[in-house]
């Protein structure tokens, strides 16, 4: 079966440390992968997306991730975290090409908290 | 700015009441759009897939009947829970890409949060 791991409910970081919020996939093919992030009583925000190239990818607001094919991982990164960094992050990966048998899976949501 | 956008962003209705939630893509058409459903503290679990111009295509468990989705132009899908009851209470999110093939972000409406009392 097609799914997305967060094994991490919650990270907790120092502000100013660097950051990472764990994810792995199991797809069939190769996978599109995404990071979003939501704000309470908000919707989805996109963070950044691994399709293919550089395995390093950098998104908004300082925030990279790693695709690593062998560990079947997309860890989310951030070299310095900030208070505005808390919120609930999402890995998801998206199944199927086109349209009409595409559809996306969300990790279970890891929340962060960065403490002062 | 937002891309999607979703109305109403909060309801509180009585029990039996059929509520319409509007999803509409900005600046862009959309022949796809999606509708989640989140509970509180956990994740997004897909309801349907919103197809413009045909049937929309529900996950498994979830009632055609319950929840209507209608597609009805390439910038607006909505959602009605017809007969609302207070287990239905949730969060409820629409997505829309401006590219059907796969490798876009999906943009979020900023969700309903449905109470039925």
């Known amino acids: 079966a097609q799914s997305v791991a967060q094994p991490e409910d919650q990270v907790n970081v120092a502000e100013g440390n660097p950051l990472t919020v764990k994810c792995t996939y199991s797809v069939s093919g190769n996978p599109y992968l995404f990071w979003y992030v939501q704000y309470p009583n908000r919707g989805l925000q996109f963070l950044l997306k691994?399709?293919?190239?550089?395995?390093l990818v950098k998104g908004s607001y300082g925030f990279e991730a790693e695709f690593n094919k062998s560990q079947t991982s997309f860890h989310l990164k951030k070299p310095s975290a900030l208070v505005s960094d808390s919120a609930l992050y999402f890995c998801?990966?998206?199944?199927?090409?086109?349209?009409?048998?595409?559809?996306?899976?969300f990790g279970s949501g890891t929340r962060l908290s960065i403490r002062p | 700015g937002a891309v999607v956008s979703q109305h109403p962003s909060w309801v509180i209705c009585k029990s039996g009441t059929s509520v319409k939630i509007e999803c509409r893509s900005l600046d862009f058409q959309a022949t796809t759009m999606f509708w989640y459903r989140q509970f509180p503290k956990q994740s997004l679990m897909l309801m349907a897939t919103s197809n413009e111009g045909s049937k929309a295509t529900y996950e498994q468990g979830v009632e055609k009947d319950k929840f209507l989705i209608n597609h009805a132009s390439l910038t607006l899908s909505t959602l009605t829970v017809t007969s609302a009851h207070p287990e239905d209470s949730s969060f409820y999110i629409c997505?829309?890409?401006?590219?059907?093939?796969?490798?876009?972000?999906?943009?979020f409406g900023d969700g309903t949060r449905l109470s039925i009392l």
């Open positions: 691994y399709i293919t190239g550089d395995n």
């Open positions: 997505s829309a890409s401006r590219d059907d093939r796969g490798n876009q972000p999906q943009h």
């Open positions: 998801a990966v998206r199944v199927g090409r086109y349209s009409s048998a595409s559809k996306i899976i």
